[in-house]
């Protein structure tokens, strides 16, 4: 009787083994068709879980008849039924849109870049034939006058040069002016707003050294002193309305 009894739970034993075979899949992205990882599977019938791995790919014991549940934070749950012990490919959909990297990149130039690039497209105003010295330097022969820099100085084009660096550098400095001593920053240390903000602009505009010496402390104080002056008089430099003249017809 013993014998019998320890031959039916053999045969129980080896049957429950047989049953406990191990499914195997990989997880990937219903929209993208890449592989996800950091899945949960859970055998809601026995009970277990696992995690995939970092290629998506996860192994759980299960047989025919039992449900399998996949999740993830970023994803929608997706039930599945076994079915068999066949390898399966689980596709799981996110619950929020993954719009494409974008890189954003600064398109506006400072006046320091836009200046060094007019110094790029006038290459030959400022080229190297333009900003040689007077005196120039033989070997073994020792200094002397340059006959480029000479011709540079005195002919029609190098004057026609110089004048025009003259002008981009002028122009340059009030860029520097505009880009430090611009409206909406003014606005926001003086709380001045239409006409009044134009009026203080315009009447206490700062020069090119100030702006480029003060660190922000000096320059926001130098406004607020400006603008104790304002406010003692505001009118005083203040542009006269314009007056549209009347048209009358002959």
């Known amino acids: 009787m013993k014998i019998w009894l320890f031959l039916i739970f053999c045969t129980l034993s080896v049957r429950v083994f047989a049953q406990q075979k191990a499914v195997e899949g990989i997880v990937f992205d219903k929209d993208s068709k890449d592989r996800i990882a950091k ?48 390898a399966l490919a689980v596709y799981m959909k996110r619950s929020a849109i993954m719009l494409k990297e974008v890189f954003i990149r600064d398109t506006l130039l400072t006046p320091e870049k836009q200046f060094a690039a007019t110094k790029r497209d006038y290459t030959k105003i400022y080229g190297s034939e333009y900003s040689q010295s007077l005196l120039s330097v033989a070997p073994g022969l020792g200094a ?3 006959i480029d820099a000479l011709y540079n100085a005195f002919s029609r084009s190098g004057r026609n ?44 505009r700062p020069g090119y050294y100030l702006v480029k010496t003060t660190t922000d402390y000096e320059f926001i104080a130098s406004i607020k002193a400006n603008l104790r002056r304002f406010l003692r008089s505001p009118r005083t430099f203040s542009l006269a309305p314009l007056v549209t003249p009347t048209v009358t017809n002959n």
């Open 39 to 86: 899945v949960n599977i859970v055998n809601v019938t026995s009970g277990k879980s696992v995690y995939n791995s970092l290629k998506g790919e996860f192994s759980i014991e299960a047989q025919p008849g039992d449900v399998l549940i996949f999740s993830k934070p970023d994803h929608f749950n997706d039930t599945l039924h076994v079915k068999s012990n066949d």
């Open 144 to 146: 002397g006058i340059g």
């Open 161 to 204: 040069a110089a004048k025009l660096r003259e002008t981009i550098e002028k122009d340059y400095h009030q860029q520097e002016i505009d880009y430090r001593f611009n409206r909406p920053f003014v606005a926001s240390v003086t709380r001045l707003k239409d006409q009044q903000l134009t009026d203080f602009m315009q009447r206490y």
